[in-house]
């Protein structure tokens, strides 16, 4: 099937969702990252009425919001422009002292902390804005991603559709041309805008080129190193791909 026809198909499928769950729209958080703008175009094909994307900055690279304002500007979609730094911080603050008070807190663990609070909150505050406009928040996880856990729980993994979930990274990227996404989005370094310089594949410590591979079954064309960097993610964030544990009935 040629990638229009895949898109088309997901753009009915994400129609679909919708009317199943009685709601009017989608909305998506838009970081100027190629996965978002790709969610962005899709949402904007399904109700180009009733679609919102919403840029949220958390002491962000100014970088990222003129990307998100291309990939907003280039789709036509509606938008709303977030700055969410003072309550993020506010709330990490008060668990750090709240820790400190009590000799419990570790400098090692702030780095992770932060940056899952930052996508907490964004996911707190998209789905606020679809609440008010009964729409459903739409996802921007690739099967990469997903396979690697490379995703907050209950951060920018929190959502109702996932319409990207089962492409490879590199399919990501042929469906933003597909689209027409600005070229400078597509240059970019994928990154989550976790710290500056932080970058998805220096982080993870292999290349999406090689989890790719894995996820399409071929795990004999990755090295081994690679292969136990992949392995282990995936296996360490298994519990993110489930709803939460509970016990058999005893």
Sequence with gaps: MEINQKIDKTVDWLREKVKEAGCKGLVVGV?????SAVVCYLIKRAFPENSIGVIMSINSNPKDREDALKVINGCGIDYIDLDLTKPQE????????????????SETGFRAADSNLRARVRMCSVYTVANNLGYLVVG?????EIHTGYFTKYGDGGVDLVPIANLTKAEVYDWARALGVHEDVI???????????????????TTYNMIDKVVLGKRDEVPQKDLDIIDRL???????????????IF
């Design 31 to 35: 970081s100027g990252g190629i996965d």
């Design 187 to 205: 240059n970019r370094a994928p990154s989550a805008g976790l710290w500056e310089g932080q970058t998805d594949e220096n982080e993870m410590g």
């Design 90 to 105: 506010m709330i990490l603050n008060s668990v750090t002292s709240a820790l400190k008070e009590k000799d419990l807190y």
């Design 140 to 144: 921007t996880d690739n099967a990469a």
């Design 234 to 248: 995936h296996r360490i964030s298994e519990h993110k791909r489930h709803t939460a544990a509970k016990p058999p």
